[in-house]
């Protein structure tokens, strides 16, 4: 069974960058696998930030960007926002069916 | 805007059957792929299956697979998940989400709950 690894809880500070990641037990991420990345806010449904590892949709910030990072797929936000605070997740496909990571909590504190 | 409403959660008894629909509006809904994801209370998200425009091809997550299943009416501009044989562990929000270009989802719902409880 696929596994796919976020870290679980991260904190930052406003104004701050931090770097959230997404791994498959099954090896290295690379852009074979569509890494697409979304945001989800406490009793709302998910957002979506990023697909194809790097593509934004138009209303994510800026200040946000996505890549590949040492075998893993990452979100990086910038100046962070108290308005950033949410949980974020990560999908990744594996030829047929999609695999979501287990999700960061990200604390702005 | 583009828009997903889902319906038909509810309240059932493990081992019932439960169909789940998901109405689109304002985008051309036979040209888009559609998929059920799912979010058990405290969880994170959970991919259950994926329909293709025509509905020609469908693929399911282990998890469900041969419990579940997905079909859509392009005549209704809807999506369903027939859900058989409940298990307590399927106690979750259903969203649905339209599948968008390079393998992923853009736009969903705001969830329908299912509750499998004795």
């Known amino acids: ?109 | 805007q583009v828009q997903l409403v889902e319906s038909g959660g509810g309240v059932v008894q493990p081992g019932e059957s439960l169909r789940l629909s998901c109405v689109a509006s304002r985008f051309i809904f036979d040209t888009y792929g559609m998929h059920w994801v799912r979010q058990a209370p405290g969880k994170g998200l959970e991919w259950v299956a994926v329909i293709s425009y025509d509905g020609s091809k469908r693929d399911y997550a282990d998890s469900v697979k041969g419990r579940f299943t997905i079909s859509r009416d392009n005549s209704k501009n809807t999506l369903y998940l027939e859900m058989s044989g409940l298990r307590v562990d399927d106690t979750a929000i259903y969203y649905c989400a339209r599948d968008w270009t390079d393998y992923t989802v853009d736009v969903w719902g705001r969830g329908t709950t299912v509750n499998v409880s004795s």
């Not at chain 1, 893993?72 to 108290?82: D, E, F, G, I």
């Not at chain 1, 950033?84 to 997740?89: H, I, Q, S, V």
């Open chain 1, 1 to 109: 069974q696929t596994v796919v690894t976020q870290e679980p809880s991260l904190t930052v500070s406003p104004g701050g960058t931090v770097t959230l990641t997404c791994a498959s037990s099954t090896g290295a991420v690379t852009s074979d696998y569509y890494p697409s990345w979304f945001q989800q806010k406490p009793g709302q449904a998910p957002r979506a930030l990023f697909y194809s590892t790097t593509k934004k949709y138009f209303r994510t910030p800026a200040r946000f960007s996505g890549s590949l990072l040492g075998g893993k797929a990452a979100l990086t936000l910038s100046s962070v926002q108290p308005e950033d605070e949410a949980d974020y997740y990560c999908l990744l496909y594996f030829g047929g069916i999609w695999v979501f990571g287990g999700g960061t909590k990200l604390t702005v504190l």
